[in-house]
């Protein structure tokens, strides 16, 4: 019989009952699909992608410059990292989860954002409790919109410490970087003290008593000011090229309490190559420094 039906002859004259059937397949599957016939799938998948906008427009890169949705692959990276610096896997996977809900949070209600990649953040805020520092005193070198601080504040406040915060920041109106042109904030939203104070009373207590300084990290003058205690955490994110860093790690060296973390942002992006560079010089003089590793695009260092 299928022989039959394979011939020549019987494929000829089957033709037009085989095409005639084609035919009808296709009508249903365009009728299913919404083309003209009201409550179709395709009329549902319209209404499901207008259902989900507001959903993303919490999450996505619309008004900060990066998407704040991170693949599961970037998420499970971030904690064995994390996992790996700290060696608390349990807290890694707590504090990735409970930095990412601040992160978006802080982002909704402040003013301007938080620098960087959701990874990288996430790992920043996370690991600082983690790894433990031997005193609260956190001092920041490059603030933008003063909003990481009050995140990092809110991250230790957790872990049960007392954050007292330093911050240095030109606060000249936009982000400065030697060499390079930043353009207008993609927030829309001017650098400048107003909104790190903003920010930083989203923090409670401890956010309002953050000592604010406007100046450069390498002047003698904030150096002098600055340099009245021991440091439990320094956080390098400022000038990021290699002699700007160069000058941040020298001035961390010598007021970094012993056993503090000094966390290097952006080490590794390709953007700022500068940032390894001064490390790597660093590392090879006689350093109280040692590193631990890195989380997405952060380096952290135990000094002895
Ligand atoms: C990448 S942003 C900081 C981001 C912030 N830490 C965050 O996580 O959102 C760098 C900041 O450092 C500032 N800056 C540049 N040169 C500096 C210097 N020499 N001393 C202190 N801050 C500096 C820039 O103007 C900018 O506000």
Request: include cysteine; proline fraction near 5%; charged fraction near 20%.
């Amino acid at each position: 019989m299928r022989a039959l039906l394979t011939t020549k002859t019987a494929r000829r004259t089957l033709r037009p009952i085989a095409d005639l059937i084609d035919q009808r397949i296709q009508r249903q599957i365009r009728r299913s699909l919404g083309d003209g016939s009201a409550g179709g799938l395709g009329h549902e998948l319209t209404a499901l992608r207008n259902r989900q906008r507001p959903l993303e427009l919490l999450l996505d890169g619309t008004g900060r410059g990066v998407s704040r949705l991170p693949a599961q692959v970037h998420l499970t990276r971030a904690v064995d990292e994390l996992a790996l610096v700290t060696g608390d896997k349990a807290g890694a996977e707590r504090n990735i989860a409970q930095a990412f809900r601040l992160l978006i949070a802080l982002e909704a209600l402040g003013v301007g954002r938080i620098a960087g990649g959701t990874m990288n953040i996430c790992g920043k805020l996370s690991a600082v409790p983690l790894l433990d520092p031997p005193n609260d005193e956190i001092l920041e070198i490059g603030t933008l919109y003063g909003m990481f601080g009050a995140a990092l504040i809110r991250m230790m406040e957790r872990s049960g410490r007392d954050p007292r915060l330093t911050i240095v920041d030109p606060l000249a109106g936009l982000q400065l970087q030697p060499g390079t042109t930043e353009g207008a904030d993609p927030t829309g939203t001017p650098v400048r003290g107003a909104a790190v104070r903003t920010n930083l009373a989203l923090a409670g207590a401890a956010g309002a008593a953050t000592r604010v300084h406007q100046g450069f990290s390498e002047d003698p003058e904030v150096r002098a000011q600055l340099s009245d205690r021991s440091y439990g955490v320094i956080i390098v994110d400022g000038d990021h090229s290699a002699p700007g860093v160069g000058a941040d790690l020298e001035w961390a060296e010598q007021i970094v309490a012993p056993g503090g973390v000094v966390v290097l942002d952006d080490f590794g992006h390709p953007k700022w190559p500068g940032i390894k560079e001064a490390f790597e010089k660093h590392m090879a003089t006689n350093t109280r420094l040692t590193f631990l590793g890195q989380v997405a695009n952060s380096g952290y260092l135990r000094a002895s």
